[in-house]
């Protein structure tokens, strides 16, 4: 491919930013790249932002399932269904740093979900290892399983909202 020597440089500078922001900038940065890719809708676009090394991608710790995704195929099923809900993430707090190379992020995010018409906003908390191109090494997220914003609490209600809605209709 032919590309001009302003795509280049516009190219190089962008790299050029992801290697000289802080690592909370940094973070954020990669975390918008996967938001971004989950409005699409297509879980093979989320998955392509798995690491993927020459015996294995990325490991996917989900919020809502009970198993470990570690191949393209899994991450992928994981997202056919989870995109079925429309997320949206939001970070509420992060905590960021560099080690060899890589961006380590842990922190809190809500999730808005829709169901059958209805949106819930779930809480849940996080920690991504990015590479320094923003694919994911390891991803782990789980729900909030304390206090009135729980995520138990707010998912149950969520799905019962959700299940009067289907049988009233």
């Known amino acids: 491919a032919h590309f001009s020597y302003n795509t280049l440089l516009i190219h190089r ?7 000289t922001r802080t690592p909370e ?9 996967w938001n971004k890719a989950l409005a699409t809708e297509k879980a093979s676009t989320v998955t392509a932002l798995y690491h993927y090394s020459k ?7 989900p919020t809502l ?13 994981y997202f056919n269904d989870f995109l079925l809900k429309k997320p949206q993430g939001k970070i509420v707090e992060i905590h960021a740093e560099q080690h060899a190379g890589d961006t380590i ?12 018409g209805v949106t819930s906003t779930v809480p849940a908390r996080f920690t991504y290892v990015f590479t320094k191109d923003c694919k994911i ?6 729900g909030m399983p304390e206090g009135e914003g729980s995520y ?5 209600k ?6 009067s809605t289907t049988v009233s209709n």
């Open 65 to 77: 399932s009970n198993e470990v995704r570690h191949t393209k195929a899994g991450i992928e099923d």
């Open 13 to 19: 500078l962008h790299i050029f930013n992801l290697f």
């Open 158 to 163: 969520f799905e019962n909202i959700a299940k």
């Open 137 to 142: 090494v390891t991803h782990h997220s789980s």
């Open 105 to 116: 992020a842990s922190g809190l995010y809500d999730f808005k979900l829709t169901t059958d």
């Open 152 to 156: 138990q609490l707010r998912f149950e």
């Open 25 to 33: 900038q940094k973070a954020r940065t990669c975390f918008d790249l």
């Open 55 to 61: 015996t294995k991608y990325g490991t996917l710790v």
